[in-house]
């Protein structure tokens, strides 16, 4: 999607800290980080978030998944919590379907 964000990122248009990078999806590290470790997982393909995966698309929700925990280990990361935001009310701001990966510091539940 041309006007989107992540897209361009995704594309190499808007630069990025990259951690991973594959034709299918990037990982790179969160610009404004809420942990002291906090890196994103996209999709390159557009789709607006979680509440747009269908039986169509969701292969890649498991790539990303075999792909955060491939990262992780390469990091060092004993522990980590996986995010996605669907909508404005759960704090989506960028419509593109992002995982963000948190680790490094003590986390509450539930969540805020
Ligand atoms: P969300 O609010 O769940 O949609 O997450 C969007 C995330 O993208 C936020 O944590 C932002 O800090 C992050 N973000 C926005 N612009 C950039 C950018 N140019 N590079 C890296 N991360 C970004
Ligand atoms: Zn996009």
Same mark, same amino acid.
């Given at each position: 999607?041309?006007?989107?964000? !992540?897209?361009? /990122?995704?594309? #190499?248009? /808007? %630069? &990025?800290?990259?951690?991973?990078?594959?034709? @299918?999806?990037? *990982? !790179?590290?969160?610009?404004? %980080?809420? *942990? %002291?470790?906090?890196?994103?997982?996209?999709?390159?393909?557009?789709? +607006?978030?979680?509440?747009? /995966?269908? $039986?169509?698309?969701? +292969?890649?929700? *498991?790539? $990303?998944?075999?792909? /955060?925990? @491939? =990262? $992780?280990?390469?990091?060092? =990361? &004993?522990? !980590? @919590?996986?995010?996605?935001?669907? #909508?404005?009310? *759960? #704090?989506? +701001?960028?419509?593109? =379907?992002? !995982?963000?990966?948190?680790? #490094? @510091?003590?986390?509450?539940? %539930?969540?805020?």
């Amino acid at each position: 999607m041309s006007d989107c964000l !992540f897209c361009k /990122i995704a594309a #190499g248009e /808007i %630069p &990025s800290k990259k951690l991973y990078e594959d034709d @299918r999806l990037l *990982a !790179f590290y969160d610009i404004d %980080p809420k *942990a %002291p470790t906090h890196f994103l997982v996209i999709p390159k393909e557009h789709i +607006s978030g979680a509440g747009e /995966i269908t $039986a169509e698309n969701s +292969s890649i929700v *498991a790539y $990303a998944f075999e792909t /955060i925990a @491939r =990262l $992780a280990k390469e990091l060092g =990361l &004993s522990s !980590f @919590r996986v995010v996605t935001n669907w #909508g404005e009310q *759960a #704090g989506q +701001s960028v419509p593109h =379907l992002h !995982f963000h990966v948190l680790a #490094g @510091r003590d986390m509450t539940w %539930p969540p805020g």
